[in-house]
């Protein structure tokens, strides 16, 4: 089983990354083959500046290696070092309905937030569908958000082979791995973690900073004393992602009890966040001081993911009669 996923290397990565994506990826090395790229490409579309995302590539290499990213067990690679996927892409894009990409909602979602309105960002679920048919994945541990482009790359795939595929499925049909309790985390103002709302608690920021924005998260104003309900509580979501079973069941009672006032939740919060990432910390501290190694890893997954981008493109140009 082949299992694929990316992160865009637009900003630091935030704990909705790494449980969303990141720690299922790590943990599917044990049951899989895994393919998972640091999504360049993608992140044009938001950035405009040469110099930062060439350092948030490094920098997002680093995040992946120390939360546990084998690359002895894992193809990890940058998007754009595979240049294949762009060819795919346009050869998708040749099939795929424009009625389809105008029924996204991520792009509605951006473009409200603020994020210009770019071919680009329209036609991010086209590129997105390359990343994962190009490899003939067959899962994709995402996000709730992102199952809507599953659905798309699904749909494109579709269309693909039964126009060219002669009854043959040249691109291989993936299937959404979204895991319920992080389907949808939540970030510092409650609405979903993103780097594009600007709501992130980073997974490696000071400690100075992972406090102030714990402390900062937006609460309503309910009294200390009145009772509280977690299931609708984004502080206690975010509590019960590193809390224990019966930590978190504590906690529930509390809320519901209550007496209980946010800002003690929110220190509890720190003090579970920090320890918890304490030991990826101290990794990720380690390879920082052998950067050489880091891009090595890049390259060397670049060729293997190259090999298999081949096979793919070859069987697509040859079903469409580009040879």
Known sequence: MRILSGIQPSGTPHIGNYFAMMRPMVE????????????????????DDPAAL???VLGVALDYLACGLDPKRAVFFRQSDVPQ????????????????????????????????????????????AADILLYQSDRVPVGQDQKQHLEVTRDIAVKFNLQFGGGRAILK??????????????????????????????????EKATRKT?????????????????????????????????EATAMAGRFRAGGLGYGEVKK????????????????????????????????????????EADKTLAAAREAVGLR
């Open 214 to 246: 714990i402390m900062g998260i937006v609460t309503d104003s309910t009294p200390v004393e009145s009772p509280k309900d977690p299931d609708t509580s984004h502080l206690y979501a975010l509590y019960k992602l590193f809390a224990t079973a019966d």
């Open 173 to 206: 049909l993936p299937e959404a791995e979204i895991r319920d309790e992080v389907a949808v985390i939540p970030g510092a103002d409650g609405q979903k973690m993103s780097k594009s709302y600007g709501n992130t608690i980073e997974i490696f920021a000071n």
């Open 28 to 47: 599917s090395q044990a049951r899989g083959e895994v393919f998972t790229f640091i999504a360049d490409y993608h992140a044009l579309t938001t950035v």
């Open 85 to 128: 996927v762009t060819e795919l892409t346009w050869i998708l894009s040749t099939v795929t309905p424009l009625s389809l990409l105008e029924k996204c909602h991520s792009y509605k979602d951006k473009v409200a937030k603020g994020i210009s309105p770019n071919h680009g960002l329209f036609a991010y679920p086209v590129l997105m």
């Open 268 to 307: 509890a919060l720190f003090e579970k966040l920090w320890a918890y990432f304490e030991p990826l910390r101290k990794r990720r501290a380690e390879l920082e001081k052998n950067m050489d190694h880091v891009r090595d890893v890049l390259r060397q997954g670049a060729e293997r993911a190259r090999v």
């Open 54 to 56: 060439r350092s948030n």
